[in-house]
Nanobody, 117 residues
């Protein structure tokens, strides 16, 4: 089992920045990749960014490229999502995700990000 705890959401004006954190515990050595998804009201959950624990390769949704950066701190078992130049359309609940080597998915409880115009 893997437990994921997110922090860092909140309310920010358009153009502002936020940093989300996701701390992993439990059987974290089974994790192959971690990422952030988001879900806005009435919309499906979508991938925002992911990072491989094996080689640190990253993947971003087109809508956040150049504005968001995902990174990891192995010593702290934590993944970060730095969000800059935030837009109202970035408003959503953001979920931390981890996939194990055998593609079992784990999810955090979600953190609200609200961007006001």
């Amino acid at each position: 089992q893997v437990q994921l705890v997110e922090s860092g959401g909140g309310l920010v004006q358009a153009g502002g920045s936020l940093r989300l954190s996701c701390a992993a515990s439990g059987n974290r050595f089974s994790i192959a990749s971690m990422g952030w998804y988001r879900q806005a009201p009435g919309k499906q959950r979508e991938l925002v960014a992911s990072i491989s624990i094996v080689d640190s390769s990253t993947n971003y949704a087109d809508s956040v490229k150049g504005r968001f950066t995902i990174s990891r701190d192995n010593a702290k078992n934590t993944v970060y999502l730095q969000m800059n130049s935030l837009k109202p359309e970035d408003t959503a609940v953001y979920y931390c995700n981890a996939y194990t080597l055998v593609r079992v998915a784990y999810w955090g409880q979600g953190t609200q990000v609200t961007v006001s115009s």
